[in-house]
């Protein structure tokens, strides 16, 4: 079996290449190669495994090289993310929309010259939902909600269901999308994301560093684990399109939380210490971006695959204290509890 992840150097990408490599079958078949496409080189312990093929490059430039490869599986989470989208129009519709038709293109080309018709996962977002001054805004989206994206990237995530429903129902491919819910906690540096600071301001006082949160305690969002959204992105995989049950597009099980909330659990793992470095320092551009996402999420259709969210969030917190111990730079990433 041969898969392709985009965005296989990024933080999701890597931790579920490591994951398949594990478990070593997805669907029932050996996983024999595994191709990760991005624009930075994916760590060096995947690079180290004989079945990983690393490509370094925009999406868009390799997609024409696809259309002459056999890909079982494709895993397409290669994006702009939302705060980088709406500083640059341009860069957001090169990098979601051109290069997922890019790719779909591709794969449909090899389909037509009869190559297997691949199946593939899209990682989609929350940020498909918001308000619409026609509907009463429920706070709180359904897999059935209408969807009413107030931002670029939600849009660009929106429009790429529609392009992937479509290259299904044509019989190009047998597409889904999986809405993910805001991941957290993320390791590293920050990235251009306007959902960043709810990993922000976890990993920075964990690291002993004080982190400026842009909106107000009493914000609630859906959030979910790294562990969790990658088993979400596996199970949507082989799900049947009978146990799918309608539409291609679902929402990944949340963990609804405030600010406030998130901050109490920090605490409870960490310290009042540790807390006391999140200062409140608003931000009216993240805080308006923020307040046209949705508060909190249900998936009724991923509980039907057997997927559930978090119990509470201290677990997600706990669960990337084990990560950072497990890692290299453990000693950095958890000076404040050290």
Known sequence: MKLLITGGGGFVGARLARTLLARGQLAGRTIDRLVLTDITPP?????????????????????????????????????????????????????NLDSTRALLDALRARTAA????????????????????????????ADDTLPAPQTSYGTHKLMCEYLIADYTRKGFLDGRSARLMTVTVRPGRPNGAASGFFSGIIREPLAGIVSACPVDAGVSHPMSSPSQTVDGLIRVY??????????????????????????????????????????????????????????????????????????????????????????PNAAQALKGIQ
């Open 43 to 95: 760590p060096a312990d995947l690079l180290a495994d004989t079945r990983v093929e690393a490509r370094t490059g925009t999406l868009l430039s390799q997609a024409p090289a696809l259309q002459g490869e056999d890909f079982d599986g494709v895993f397409h989470l290669a994006s702009a993310v939302s705060g980088e989208c709406e500083l640059d129009f341009e860069l957001g519709l090169r990098s």
């Open 238 to 327: 082989e799900a049947t399109r009978e146990q799918l049950g309608g539409r291609l597009a679902l929402n990944l099980p949340a963990l609804n939380v405030r600010v406030a909330d998130m901050l109490d659990a920090l605490e409870e793992v960490a310290g009042s210490q540790v807390r006391a470095l999140v200062r409140f320092e608003r931000d009216e551009r993240i805080a308006g971006i923020v307040a046209n996402w949705p508060s909190g999420a249900t998936a009724a259709r991923a509980a039907r695959l057997g997927l559930a969210p978090c119990r509470q969030f201290a677990d997600i917190i706990r669960e990337y204290i084990a990560d950072c111990r497990a890692a």
């Open 114 to 141: 009869g190559g297997p018709v691949p199946r593939l996962v899209f990682s989609s977002s929350v940020a498909v939902f918001g308000p619409d001054p026609a509907f009463a805004w429920p706070g709180i989206v």
